[in-house]
């Protein structure tokens, strides 16, 4: 059974850092498409970030570019989500999701979800 497993969630100031980590069982993170999303709560999931299975290439939604980094661990089979200068609108639920195809932004093209970690930050 596949499975993908946020962690790191929690409550951090403005302009902190968390890492998010996201750790697939049932499948290996080095031949999936595995991205980030987020949503809060009344408004819609959003793509955040995406790293593809092939040659390791990444690709950034506009609100992660220049604060965020998605990297992979093949050996840990591991998916982590680096954010730094935080802001509190980017308080959400981050969800983490694999398909075996595209790196794309779109929610529909992805079929396995973990369950989400929870961020908020404060201002």
Known sequence: QMQLIESGGGL???GGSLSLSCAATGLSVSTYVVAWFRQAPGKEREYVAGIGWEGGSTFYGELAKGRFTISRDNADNTVT???NS???EDSATYYCAA???LLT?????YTVWGQGTQVTVSS
Do not use: F, G, S, Y
């Open 12 to 14: 951090v100031q403005a």
């Open 99 to 101: 398909n075996r195809i």
């Open 86 to 88: 935080l802001k509190p």
């Open 81 to 83: 989500l680096h954010m």
């Open 105 to 109: 932004d779109e929610t529909a093209d």
